[in-house]
């Protein structure tokens, strides 16, 4: 009776199906209806994380594992107010969710876990458009 070799081919699926931040903004007028500003603060958000083993011979396996995570996030942007208590924005966030380590057991002949480490970041620009109720301006 010969050994027999199992080849196993694991894919990996990860998204972030939601998230959102509570922030600070601190600034400075470069004219009086442009305000540059930094902003920083607390993120969250769930990951979705789906792992695949399949292997020549079996049914493939699959593990889903939904985490809702806390981390922070930094960024800038620029709003300018362009009257009747109107502004407009463009912002950039840096979000960083820590570093998801998982192990996954499979329930494949010759597979007893598989480890897999990430980090959940995200570049995020945004674009608004914000109305100032009874005000103008800054």
Not at 69 to 97: C, H, N, P, Q
Not at 116 to 132: E, Q
């Amino acid at each position: 009776m010969g050994l027999r070799h199992l080849c196993t081919t694991v894919t990996t699926d990860h998204k972030l199906e939601w998230f959102g931040t509570s922030r600070s903004r601190l600034g400075f007028l470069a004219t009086p209806n442009l305000l540059l500003y930094g902003t920083g603060g607390v993120a969250y958000g769930q990951t979705k994380d789906t792992y695949t083993a399949a292997a020549a011979g079996f049914a493939a396996a699959v593990a889903t594992v939904k985490d809702v995570r806390a981390g922070w996030t930094v960024g800038g942007g620029i709003e300018g107010a362009f009257g009747g208590g109107w502004s407009a924005k463009v912002e950039y966030l840096y979000m960083d969710l820590g570093k998801l380590e998982q192990t996954i057991t499979f329930p494949l002949a010759g597979i007893t876990a598989a480890n897999f480490n990430s980090r959940v970041t995200d570049n995020i620009v945004r674009v608004g458009l914000n109305y100032k109720w009874g005000g103008y301006g800054y």
